[in-house]
């Protein structure tokens, strides 16, 4: 896998992917920053976010669940010196549709947290985390 990331101005960069995807980066104001996009460290967060997100959506089609949404909704938190690293992440799953079974969106989230989503499993080599879920039937 292959990345660019090119200095734009002040603190703000692209990034473009090796499938041809561009994002902009910038830091906060308070260190030059003009807040043009995420912070890269949100940036790994929402990748955690969204490798977790596509495994959990992959395994409940395969075990034909009737999603109809699916959201994570992350929390996390930093050490107080540097490297500011990830201490702690959260990710809490919610599944809607019709008749779907917790039993088997626990197991997609087990799945994904424990042999699936590399993004999230390189990040837990440096923080706690924690995984959750509700089902909402509709």
Known sequence: MK????????MAFIGESESGHAIVMDASPTVGGRNLGPRPME???LGAGGCSSIDV??????SRQAVSDCYVEMSAERAETDPKV???????FVVKGKDIKPEAVEKAVKLSAEKYCSASI?????????HD?????E
Do not use: P, S
Not at 3 to 10: F, H, M, N
Not at 57 to 62: F, Q
Not at 122 to 130: D, P
């Open 3 to 10: 990345a660019r990331i090119k200095w734009i101005e002040g």
């Open 43 to 45: 940036m790994l967060l």
């Open 57 to 62: 959506m992959m395994i409940l089609k395969k």
């Open 86 to 92: 990830f201490t702690k992440i959260h990710m809490h």
């Open 122 to 130: 390189m990040l837990g080599a440096t923080a706690e985390m924690t």
């Open 133 to 137: 879920f509700e089902v909402v039937q």
